[in-house]
């Protein structure tokens, strides 16, 4: 079992930066590709980075240059850097879990977190 917790959202104003972290529970984390998604108001979850199990990164296109995947596994810890911020970025920001997988795909993930809401304002 793998409980996650994400933390590090709040309200930013357009061009500002956040770090979001994910900390998660259990000896296991190395074992996981880890991945952030994020569903605005009346949208669906949507794939937003990952970082497989053995450290490869992926990102959706509109995050490209803007946003970093990183995690630790010694802290059992993922972040999402997010720099240049924009409105459109507004969403719960969710970390996911993917045994050992990449993380690029919700219907792929284990566990959870309850996620933590990003607001940047224009």
């Known amino acids: 079992q793998v409980q996650l917790v994400e933390s590090g959202g709040g309200l930013v104003q357009a061009g500002d930066s956040l770090r979001l972290s994910c900390a998660a529970s259990g000896r296991t984390f190395s074992s996981y590709g880890m991945g952030w998604f994020r569903q605005a108001p009346g949208k669906e979850r949507e794939f937003v980075a990952g970082?497989?199990?053995?450290?490869?990164?992926f990102y959706t296109d509109s995050v490209k240059g803007r946003f970093t995947i990183s995690r630790v596994n010694a802290n059992n810890t993922a972040f999402l850097q997010m720099n240049s911020l924009k409105p459109e970025d507004t969403a719960v920001y969710y970390c996911g879990a993917d045994h050992l997988g990449s993380a690029t795909r919700s219907t792929r993930m284990d566990y959870w977190g309850k996620g933590t809401l990003v607001t940047v304002s224009s």
């Open positions: 970082i497989s199990w053995n450290g490869n990164t």
